[in-house]
């Protein structure tokens, strides 16, 4: 079973997250949730943007610096694609908008969980495209 925690203040995510098969802890606030990590090494961190809103990337990087083996993914309403595309850089494994997250949640936790990316094709290119200039 992969262990998934969960940063969000809205508790929107746990709630889409509820069929999955993930062993799933929710933390509300984010300085609680980085020692959690660090002491529980989940597989996967599902990160509300609205908790730091534009200090997301930051919070991303000392994510990785107390488990440097976890997967993030990024959960938005709607964020615009710069600011995708700097959680991605800072590290973030994926992006998924909150109001389709029910519907792909128990894919998303298991390609995550595989080692692989959630991003969408178009954001691969950005992606591709940003790291060529």
């Excluded at 964020?79 to 850089?89: A, G």
């Excluded at 994926?94 to 390609?111: E, N, P």
């Amino acid at each position: 079973m992969i262990n998934v925690l969960i940063i969000d203040s809205s508790k929107q995510i746990k709630s889409a997250l509820s069929d999955t098969s993930a062993n799933i802890s929710l933390y509300i606030d984010e300085v609680q949730a980085l020692n959690a990590i660090e002491k529980k090494q989940p597989s996967v961190v599902f990160l509300n943007y609205a908790v730091r809103n534009d200090e997301t990337a930051e919070y991303i990087k000392l994510i990785y610096e107390v488990s440097a083996d976890c997967k993030i993914v990024v959960i938005a309403d709607e964020l615009d694609k710069e600011k995708i595309l700097n959680c991605l850089i800072a590290g973030a494994t994926g992006y998924q908008d909150i109001k389709q997250l029910d519907f792909y949640a128990d894919k998303l936790i298991k390609v995550i969980g595989a080692g692989e990316a959630w991003i969408t094709r178009r954001m691969v290119a950005t992606l591709l495209d940003n790291l060529r200039f």
